[in-house]
């Protein structure tokens, strides 16, 4: 069970936006720790895709947007693109015990 | 740019010791902005931080592998490495190494490696 709550599973057509959301607690996105957002092809290395809450990296097309509030961040992708099957990773750090970086347990985006 | 690259055993003996090594290229490990880290993904799950170490040899795990973890870093051969004892099948994960960049706790992993696969069996 993961420290970061995704939904397992998201989808929609081509053009539309869809939204991915990261549920966390008040030990880690809501004590104001940073959430950054991967992207993982299958059989590759996850990918920064949004780092600092919204801030994307060179090369990352402005489709892809990041938001935070309270105790949860949201993950946008609008005009879908076939491309941007794959699976979406939400992290954070969590200050628990002596505190260590913790992700969520992903949530797989398919293009209809 | 910066690139990273997993080596070591694909499949190691229950009760033994896991020893990976990620070798940089395009910049140096040397450098006192990033943290030199340790993940893995188990099949079908998110991945999990396993670590990290600094240029200086500093190192800080997570809290629940640091009494089976180790990791040293040779900055003259661009490289780090870990190594988990006393592995389980529950161990059985791809590993990835990845650099660590930003302040503090809101660190963010920003490049890693293609990953290795290593599987605990006897």
């Known amino acids: 069970q993961s420290v970061l709550t995704q939904p397992p599973s998201v989808s929609g057509a081509p053009g539309q936006r869809v939204t991915i959301s990261c549920t966390g607690t008040?030990?880690?996105?809501?004590?104001?720790?940073?959430v950054h957002w991967y992207q993982q092809l299958p059989g590759t290395a996850p990918k920064l895709l949004i780092y600092g809450n919204y801030n994307r990296p060179s090369g990352v097309p402005g489709r892809f947007s990041g938001s935070k509030s309270g105790t949860s961040a949201s993950l946008a992708i609008s005009g879908l693109q076939a491309e941007d099957e794959a699976d979406y990773y939400c992290?954070?750090?969590?200050?628990?015990?002596?505190?260590?970086?913790?992700f969520g347990g992903g949530t797989k985006l398919t293009v209809l | 740019q910066v690139q990273l690259q997993e080596s070591g055993p694909g499949l190691v003996k229950p009760s033994e010791t896991l020893s990976l090594t990620c070798s940089v290229s395009g910049g140096s490990i040397y450098n006192g902005d990033f943290y030199w880290s340790w993940l893995r993904q188990p099949p079908g799950k998110g991945p999990e931080w396993i670590g990290y170490i600094y240029y200086t040899g500093g190192t800080y795990f997570n809290p629940s592998l640091k009494s089976r973890l180790t990791m040293s870093i040779d900055t003259s051969k661009n490289q780090f490495s870990l190594t988990l004892k006393s592995v389980t099948a529950a161990d059985t994960a791809v590993y990835f190494c990845?650099?660590?960049?930003?302040?503090?706790?809101?660190?963010?992993?920003?490049?890693w490696g293609q990953g290795k696969m290593v599987t605990v069996s006897s």
């Open positions: 990845s650099r660590g960049d930003g302040a503090l706790q809101d660190r963010a992993f920003d490049i």
């Open positions: 992290q954070s750090y969590d200050n628990t015990l002596s505190g260590s970086w913790v």
């Open positions: 008040s030990s880690n996105i809501g004590a104001g720790y940073d």
